[in-house]
Nanobody
Framework: VQLQASGGGLVQPGGSLRLSCAASGRFYSINRMGWYRQAPGKQRELVASIISGGFTNYADSVKGRFTISTDNAKNTLSLQMSSLKPEDTALYYC???????????????WGQGTQVTVSS
């Protein structure tokens, strides 16, 4: 299975972007879906996650500005980003933690990353 992330780009401070992540197939089960980001010279960090039941978690730095969501089939993950700041500039990765088939081990699946640049 592959995860395809899209929606990144160049945006001015205060602007908005919507990231999407689509899985190439249907997972047997998913524990958690999330967005991570990595800025140059920094470690990858969790931006937002969503678990079964729709419970969400956000990094303090994005609370109130970013919204994570998933479709009912759990094949697509989105991140609506608003009031973007230059410090949000990073490569954004989507992550699914789950089992692709009923015999698969619980694993992490990663998208290829989509670049978000916030600059005037």
């Amino acid at each position: 299975v592959q995860l395809q992330a899209s929606g990144g780009g160049l945006v001015q401070p205060g602007g908005s972007l919507r990231l999407s992540c689509a899985a190439s197939g249907r997972f047997y089960s998913i524990n958690r879906m999330g967005w991570y980001r990595q800025a140059p010279g920094k470690q990858r960090e969790l931006v937002a996650s969503i678990i079964s039941g729709g419970f969400t978690n956000y990094a303090d730095s994005v609370k109130g500005r970013f919204t994570i969501s998933t479709d009912n089939a759990k094949n697509t993950l989105s991140l609506q980003m608003s009031s973007l700041k230059p410090e949000d500039t990073a490569l954004y990765y989507c992550n699914f933690n789950g089992r692709y088939t009923y015999v698969s081990a619980l694993s992490d699946y990663w998208g290829q990353g989509t670049q978000v640049t916030v600059s005037s």
